[in-house]
């Protein structure tokens, strides 16, 4: 319980500090945005930058792809010559936010990046997840053979539980319900103006990836946690279940651990390979 209620500090913290940043350089590739109408009529916002080697980074839960602004992987990517996509997913910042729960399930999230991928002609990438945005990747890792190399990072082996008590708990506290440790996170969303009954739904079908599913994947992977972050479950115990993956450990906890220059160069260093 102790242990839940840092980790809601620490994810309001995260939201205030990083959902609206932004990082215009006049030395790094344009951005160039838009908005791409997925397979159901939801419009997705995304942005590109650079003409190099495709590489998608996934945000995770209650922020939104300017997330990544402020972090070391997304400036060195574009310094060295990547092709950075990023997008904000269903339910988060620009994009539109259905209050139909079957909006987010049946890999909804997956198949958005999918398609926005197919209308931008790319033929292979390779995709950086954290957090939640690791979930998705992991589905993409089942569902998208064009994806190449993939990084899960800030995620353990609680996602492959199908009844991930965290997940229902949030869930709870999103639809109305009197979860008293999350209380602040609840009433921080409201503060910020999210859209709880989106949020609500994104956990509500959020997609798990079984161990049995795990084992099957043949594309190399790269997990990454802090070495003070186990709020997700094992890293380490995850990188076991996938075939040929490899775990390190970066300074940091789930919350600033992505944003981090030993992240950064973890990262880069495994899709150069």
Partial sequence: MTRLILLVCSLLTFVRSFSQADSSNANLPAIDSGYYTSFDGTRIYY?????????????GFIVNSNSWKRAAVYQQLRQEGYKVIMLDMRGNG?????????????????????????????????????????????????LDTR??????????????????????????????????????????????GLD??????????????????????????????????????????????????RFVTVPGDHNNASHTKEFSTAVLTFLKQ
């Fill in 47 to 59: 942005e590109t930058s650079g003409k190099g080697m495709p590489v998608v980074l996934v945000h």
């Fill in 94 to 142: 620009r994009s539109d936010k259905p209050h139909q729960p079957e909006a987010y399930e049946n890999d909804a999230e997956a198949k958005d990046i999918i398609g926005l991928l197919t209308s931008l002609n790319i033929k292979s990438y390779d995709a950086v997840g954290y957090s939640r945005g690791s979930i998705i990747v992991s589905r993409l890792l089942l």
């Fill in 147 to 192: 994806l190449d190399k993939a990084v899960i990072g800030g995620m353990g082996t609680g996602f492959t539980d199908s009844l991930w008590p965290r997940r229902i708990m949030f869930y709870n506290a999103l639809s109305g319900k009197d979860v008293p440790e999350l209380a602040a996170m609840v009433k921080n969303v409201q503060k910020e």
């Fill in 196 to 245: 709880q009954v989106a949020l609500a739904y994104l956990q509500r079908s959020q997609p798990s990836t079984s161990p049995a599913q795990l084992q099957k994947i043949k594309r190399p992977v790269l997990l990454v946690c802090g070495d003070a972050d186990e709020d997700n479950g094992s890293g380490k115990a995850l990188s076991e279940m996938i075939p040929g993956s």
